[in-house]
């Protein structure tokens, strides 16, 4: 390809600029609703013109600094904040995450907002007509979603995100936790694949389980003693917290549920109920190791619910026994193959991705062999 003149290169640089700007005056003269949406929308069609200008022959990674260097001068010197260069690194940097969305653009500037909507609705003109760009999240959240680099880690994050409304605050800790990778490992390879495509699905009482579940929010040092009553009451302090650590459809029923069974009282720790499940889920907290008499209790736990408890429309009642600690082998002999009991490990402080990551790297290693 023949090198192009500095004036050629200008044209271009000056045409780009000029369509650039069309967006930023479009969808600043649409603030009335839908705000988010249009920064969103805006920002994507910023980074494919920035995308579709480099790849007009000037692939060097210089001039894609300098281009954006130009273009955030120009800019912030004509709309104030937020076209830095850094900022346009990130609408250039969407635009790659997300191109699979972008139906072919037919003209440059090929978008606009249909008025009498309860919202805006982004349109992308293509050679078969007009076709949305579906995007569902605020700008803020899309830019931490491009640091995510596996693209089915990124799309379950998304899909949550915009499924149980987490504010960014709670994107980070989700990812921080390493949320997909402790659902991932209690899932065959089909199941991870559903996680990239639709979220965490519940539909059977497993679809619940990850492990471990982090509790970092409750504030007890993991260097402390504590008690399991000190473990409870932080975790009814949190409570709201603790149900987003559990998962999808949780209600909270009851602390320290009393029954009577032969004369004797007994009580369960936490009370919930599953709404997408229709069933009751039993909580014992453990601070210690596990044990077959704490699997044994749950045991007599669930066996009380499903008789005495639950109605023939509910479906049988789940036990989840939490605990520092627990032996595989031992619940493998004290439960048997069909028992809606499961231990699963919790821990105070948040896990390191990296050895989830491996782990799961590993674990799909086995399923291989």
């Given at each position: 390809m023949a090198k192009r003149s500095a004036a050629a290169v200008k044209a271009d640089e000056s045409s780009l600029l000029e369509r650039i700007r069309d967006l930023?005056?479009?969808?600043?003269s649409s603030v009335a609703r839908g705000i988010d949406l249009v920064q969103v929308h805006t920002s994507f069609l910023i980074g494919l013109h920035i995308v579709e200008h480099e790849q007009q022959g000037q692939t060097r990674s210089d001039y894609g600094k300098a281009l954006l260097t130009v273009l955030a001068e120009r800019l912030s010197g004509e709309f104030g904040k937020g076209f830095s260069r850094s900022s346009l690194a990130a609408m250039r940097s969407f635009y790659l995450a997300y191109q699979d969305r972008a139906p072919k653009v037919q003209t440059a500037s090929g978008?606009?907002?249909?008025s009498g909507e309860t919202a805006p609705r982004w349109i992308v003109q293509t050679a078969s007509g007009q076709s949305p760009i579906p995007f569902g999240l605020s700008w803020s959240h899309y830019v931490f979603l491009t640091t995510i680099k596996n693209p089915d880690e990124r799309s379950f994050y998304e899909i949550e995100a915009i499924g149980q409304n987490?504010?960014?605050r709670e994107l980070r800790r989700q990812f921080d936790s390493g949320l997909y990778e402790r659902l991932a490992l209690s899932r065959d390879k089909d199941g991870i694949r559903q996680l990239a495509r639709k979220g965490q699905i519940v539909t059977q009482p497993a679809?619940?389980?990850?492990?471990?579940?982090?509790?970092?929010?409750?504030?007890?040092?993991?260097?402390?003693?504590?008690?399991?009553?000190?473990?409870e009451a932080a975790v009814i302090n949190q409570i709201g917290q603790f149900l987003l650590e559990l998962g999808k459809g949780f209600l909270f029923e009851a602390r320290q549920k009393r029954f009577t069974f032969d004369g004797d009282h007994f009580f369960v720790d936490l009370v919930f109920y599953n709404r997408l499940l229709r069933c009751y889920v039993?909580?014992?907290?453990?601070?210690?190791?596990?044990?077959?008499?704490?699997?044994?209790?749950?045991q007599m736990y669930v066996?009380?619910?499903d008789r005495h408890v639950k109605t023939e429309a509910e479906n049988a009642t789940v036990g989840i026994v939490l605990c520092k600690k627990k032996n595989e082998a031992l619940v493998e002999i004290t439960l048997p193959a069909d028992a809606n009991i499961h231990a699963r490990e919790y821990q105070l402080y948040l896990p390191s991705k990296e050895e989830l990551r491996q782990k799961l790297q590993e674990w799909l290693g086995d399923a291989k062999a």
């Open positions: 930023i005056v479009t969808a600043r978008f606009l907002i249909q987490w504010p960014l679809d619940l389980l990850k492990e471990p579940l982090v509790l970092e929010f409750l504030g007890l040092d993991e260097r402390e003693r504590y008690s399991e009553s000190d473990l039993l909580v014992d907290l453990k601070i210690g190791k596990l044990t077959h008499q704490d699997l044994g209790q749950m066996n009380y619910f």
